[in-house]
């Protein structure tokens, strides 16, 4: 994580500096600040780069955890099956066949919609404000302890 002498927005800062959430979710999808959809979103694969390069976004501290492999499946799931059914009742091919065919079809479009589905998942929690801490949490740790009824 990069350290820069300027202070880093709050969440409803970055959350009000966001387009439509169909604009920000398309440029999250495609790889780009959800914010200004100049600078990359991504710094690998599927690892968030620390900030946008062009509007100086924090980007690195969200995490979007199981989300963007749940709504992976999701689509592609809902894509997939209907038609390993529509082949199943059609032709009743051998289940070799099935196998040889459907599981590598689901690895190959998983690893292609889990990046832009990350990217659209990080948009929508940038949205939310859920921008992540540096102590890695999405929701700030508060500093003292609460009050409890008979504290004085
Ligand atoms: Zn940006």
Not at 39 to 63: M, Q, V, W
Request: positive net charge; glycine residues 8%; contains cysteine.
């Amino acid at each position: 994580m990069s350290r820069n002498a300027q202070p880093q927005p709050s969440p409803s800062e970055v959350a009000a500096s966001l387009p439509p959430i169909g604009t920000a979710l398309a440029r999250g999808a495609m790889g780009r600040c959800p914010c200004c959809g100049q600078g990359k979103l991504f710094n690998g694969y599927l690892r968030l780069a620390d900030e946008c390069s062009h509007c100086h976004t924090p980007l690195g501290r969200i995490r979007a955890d199981d989300a963007p492999p749940y709504f992976t499946i999701l689509i592609v799931g809902h894509v997939l099956v209907p038609l390993v059914f529509l082949v199943e009742k059609a032709w009743y091919p051998p289940m070799w066949l099935h196998m040889a065919v459907w599981l590598p079809l689901f690895a190959i479009l998983s690893a292609a919609f889990l990046r832009p589905t990350k990217g659209a998942t990080v948009a929508w929690m940038m949205r939310l404000g859920l921008i992540g801490t540096e102590h890695g949490a999405q929701i700030p740790v508060p500093t003292a302890r609460p009050v409890a009824p008979g504290d004085a």
